[in-house]
């Protein structure tokens, strides 16, 4: 991995010291420095677990066991912010963010308080039934997981308890997709942070921001496809990376 240089730090302090409608737009990557497992790439989730066995649509709607399963063993429910989610806060209260459109579902962004984050891929934190459409806590509902695998609907007894994250042959949800292309258009600066760019359609929102003339800044460890079209590149750990630009926008 490169480390940033000064160069590199200081161009981007310069870039986001002039956004006023910048946003972030985050992925696996930041969150793996909170201890949360990323999906792809080498040690990823997905080359131990067939993805299209615990976290398809039409898997679940057959077995939903086989997703409960996996929630029981490898779901982290004690990860806490980090640098980068902080961060990110800080230049949202100095004026340079207006939100956060993220992949993830983890939460972490209101966590470290970030007031609007738009979740491209839904929340984990929620479950609804499919049955009866009542909503509940996750904790609850893993609760009764630990219980009884998979859960049964705890309002209609339905066995169809599923989170409110976007599994593989679902759609992603129309308000959040609309909200977060309608921020990218009307973005000076769209901040990229810990995503390999290659999940669609949440990929297109940068793309979108390309279209419309909008600068993209780059901080991810791996190379992206987009990183011949942004201003600023910078290889290397968004929680290392981010305070030492938000300290030299201090230092102005």
Known sequence: M???TDTDISELAQLLGRARTG????????SVESGIPHFRGEGGLWTK???????????????PAQYWTYSLNHRRTDAEPNP?????VDLEQHGQL????????????????SRQVVE???SSHTVVCLD????FPRDDIDRLNREHCPPNCPACGGRFLKPTVVLFGEALPLDALHEAQSLA???????????SLQVYPAARIPRLALEHGVELAIVNAEPTPFDDRAAVVIRGKAGEVLPQILRRMVAG
């Open 132 to 135: 009866c459409e009542r909503r």
């Open 84 to 88: 980068a989610h902080r961060a990110l």
């Open 120 to 122: 491209l891929h839904g």
């Open 98 to 113: 207006r939100a956060v459109v993220t992949q993830n579902t983890d939460g972490l962004h209101q966590k470290a308080g």
């Open 2 to 4: 490169t480390t940033a």
């Open 23 to 30: 946003i972030a737009f985050t992925g696996a990557g930041i």
């Open 49 to 63: 677990f067939d993805p299209y066995k615990v976290a398809h649509i039409d898997t679940f709607l057959q077995d």
């Open 185 to 195: 258009s009307s973005a000076d600066v769209v901040l990229i942070v810990g995503s």
